[in-house]
């Protein structure tokens, strides 16, 4: 197992390498080059030539390109001239981050809880009601775009009904600040209505980020588990007369979760980009509002600490989800 763990660890490495020379590529591309993107209109030639001379851009390409590696490890990647003009795009990724991925550890929960069991009962109910009923809604999941669920959510039951808060993450303005996850520390801080009001902030985000990833498990769950149910090893175990808690743990639902994991997986790394339009319609200060902002604005160092930050996130949910194949599957680890 470790050895397994090891090697993709490597090929993270090697992903994470390959990124930052896309990303770099990316830089060196743009329109006026690094220092008009960074500066703006703000440029003169002295602080062009400054900022050359800084950035390293006056060397040869392979110079500057671990002149860009060194400071992205050390976290420089300049100043916010847009979204936050003045700020480090580190500081406001770290100040942004905890937003995106409170809300999308929501919508996954959301997505997760109600696809598995659902798509298990579909799958032992093939052809009732709930079944037909499961299937159309996991359609529309599909089929009604984010944005657009996201306003209808909003009119509803914000404006409309007024249940939920309109947009924003949390009302209590005195609220004690620990992990920068709002619901968490209200927990930790046993601020308890703080809790409870960024809690129904989430709500709506959650459930109009949730809908396509519901939508894709549900499925994948639904026909993972009609495959399992054919297997002779299935109808070996019933023949045996062992407990159907025994023949849903063991042998059904343990055989069909490598699909669903990977469903998950792929479903937990597009999130983030389905957090840019659910931000924007609940104004949602997360990253995906900063990255809209940032690409409006042209603020060129906020987007590019923002897709290093979102893809490296991609990646490391990539390596959960080969470790949690090892781990469902042993024959996994010797390929």
Known sequence: MLRFIVRRLLQLVLVIFALSVLLFAWLKSLPGGTVSAML????????????TKELGLDQPIPVQYWSFLKR?????????????????????????????????????????????????????????????????????????????????LKYWFAIELGWMP????????????????????????????????????????????????????????????????????????????????????????????????????????LLLGGAILTETVFNFPGIGNALSEGFTKRDYPVLQVIILAAAGVYVLVNLVVDILYAVVDPRVRTR
């Open 72 to 152: 992205a490890v050390q976290g420089d990647f300049g100043v916010s001239n847009g979204v936050q003009p003045g700020t480090p795009a580190l500081d406001l990724l770290l100040e942004r981050f905890p937003a995106t991925i409170e809300l999308s550890i929501s919508a996954l929960l959301v997505a997760v809880l109600l696809a598995l069991p659902l798509g298990y009962l579909a799958a032992r109910r093939r052809g009732g009601i709930l079944d037909n009923v499961a299937i159309v809604g996991s359609l529309v999941g599909v089929a009604v775009p984010v944005f657009f669920l996201a306003f209808l």
């Open 40 to 51: 703006g209109e703000r440029a003169t030639p002295e602080s062009r030539e400054a900022l």
């Open 166 to 269: 309109v947009s924003g993450r949390q009302e209590v303005g005195n609220a004690t600040r620990v992990t920068g996850f709002f619901v968490l520390d209200g927990l930790l801080t046993r601020e308890w209505d703080a809790s409870l009001d960024a809690l129904k902030h989430l709500v709506l985000p959650a459930i109009a980020l949730a809908s396509i990833p519901f939508a894709m498990i549900f499925r994948i769950t639904r026909a993972s588990v009609l495959d399992v149910l054919d297997e002779d090893f299935v109808r070996t175990a019933r023949s045996k007369g062992l407990t159907s808690r025994v023949i849903r743990g063991r042998h059904i639902m343990r055989n069909a979760l490598l699909p669903v994991i990977t469903a998950i997986g792929l479903q937990t790394g």
